[in-house]
């Protein structure tokens, strides 16, 4: 057993007993990542990634510390708004992916099962379900969540609100995507200022709206000049770093944080040198407890993980010049949303700026949304040309995956890979 085993274990089995106990022995943990990634960073990585490994750690930590100005969200809430507000948000799938790398999702999955929670339901949501049930996650200041893309969301939410008596907020997103769409949403963002601003008991201004949603823009600029170097810039990454892309593109959208971090990935995609290797477009969520998608993409020099759906998705560009209506158009727009098409062409649209070998399609454990349009998806990119595997398992629980089938179907989705790139070469 690891030390981080055996640290997982005391702290899940302490959870049932003295959650506040529990939380603190995290908490101390954390502190002590948090030290390590700022005196002995991985050094494998470029500054952009070190850098968003600091920042998400720290923004865990504040959640865990300071509940009351920390806000529960599910992860395409708004973070311009909280970011206006001052508040700390934390969504489902960071604190669960937090609690699986600390190794005590076992504890909370069981609890959450004790609850009645249907096993088949996304495993995100029932450690973070599970974590709150024990108390090990302290009471937040309030939640804000939608029911765009992830049908959890209306079971976690609406649950906790009420068996804690949290205040809550909730958007409503549409699923067409029409300008009519863009203003009811863009009408309850306005209520949401308001319902923050209740909260908080402070005014949050108009100027201070509008730099928010300014920094967005300016991240999804960087954002698309490095995607747009990625057919000749290969820079070292992990799965884990990819994933805390997602964190930057939602949670922490708005700040000046996210603003320097694309700026920092932008110098880090130029200075990166062009490889021979293979690229590919992955699609979700990130598998980083996974052991063979870790071997084969970690640090590697031969397989690159050129771009992520999500992340892509997550920069958007917003047109409107009304700070409302511009974080109503990411909203309604994103490709979670609606018809499956909207994900299938922003893939191939990857693809082309990229240049990517292969796609890889995240099919996560109780994920309804990703699971049911996976085959349609595959479909339609092989149709396109690019060669197409939809992996099955579990980002939050590896337990319940197989490493052995996950290992050999990856290892000959990239041999067919390579040998179709060889076969252009020649
Ligand atoms: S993986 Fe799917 S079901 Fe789970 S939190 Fe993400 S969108 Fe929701």
Redesign the pocket.
Known sequence: MSIIDKFGSMVGSEALQDPKKARNLLLAGYHLQEARLLLAPDKELPPSGRYAARVVMKNIIQALAKPENAAMVS?FVPGELLTAAGLTPYS??ALSCFMAGTKCEQSFLRKTEEEGFPETM?S??RVFLGAALTGLLPKPKCMIYTNL?????MMTFPYLRETYGIPGFYIDVPYEKNQEAIQYVAGQLREMKRFLEEMTGKMISEEAVQAAVSNSKKAAANYQQQLALRKTHDPSTTLTNELYAIFMCHLLSGSETAVKYTQMLLDDVKKAPRSEGLHVLWM??MPFLQEPVKEVFNYSKDIHISACDFVADGFREMHASDPYEAMAEKMVNCI?NGAVDQRIQLAEDLENLTGADGGILFA?W?????IGASSLIKTSLEKAGLPTMILDGD?CNPANTSDGQVSTRLQAFMEMLQKNKEEQRS
């Open positions: 992860i489902v799938e996304c995100y949501h893309a992830c049908d959890g969301n979700h969520i979670y996560h109780g994920c309804k949304g990703t980002g």
